[in-house]
């Protein structure tokens, strides 16, 4: 016989068996991965407010014009995108998904959305 690594009691049935119940099972799985969970959690949710900062801007053809305090007072992260894309003329955009951003000369920045 062999007890529940979740609440303890004894388990019956299979020889390999871990837990008593499904809801042990998550329960327990669920304690062990909170950590992950939580920093990805918490990741997801700046990506998807600066996203929605980015969206937000008044675009004009495909490209918007703001500043870094403009958007930080929006609480965009700075430290949060998804990839970096150079291009050959060295021009360095950072994405959020399909919004792009280029940091530009006296605070301004270039929003961008990505052709689909």
């Known amino acids: 016989m062999q007890n529940c690594l979740e609440c303890g009691e004894k388990i019956m049935g299979r020889i390999d068996k871990k837990f ?6 998550n329960a327990y799985n669920n304690k062990q991965n909170k950590d992950q969970t939580n920093l990805m959690r918490n990741i997801n949710n700046k ?3 600066n996203f ?3 969206s937000e801007q008044n675009f004009t053809e495909g ?9 930080s007072a ?3 992260d ?7 894309k150079t291009y050959k003329n060295g021009a360095q955009y950072f994405f959020v998904y399909d919004f792009g ?6 605070d301004f920045i270039l929003v961008v959305k990505k052709e689909a």
């Open 52 to 54: 929605k900062i980015l």
């Open 101 to 106: 951003y280029k940091l530009l000369e006296d």
């Open 20 to 25: 008593c119940s499904d809801s042990c099972r």
């Open 78 to 84: 700075f430290e949060y995108f998804t990839n970096i």
């Open 47 to 49: 990506l998807r407010k």
């Open 63 to 71: 490209k918007a014009k703001t500043t870094k305090n403009k958007l």
């Open 74 to 76: 929006s609480g965009f």
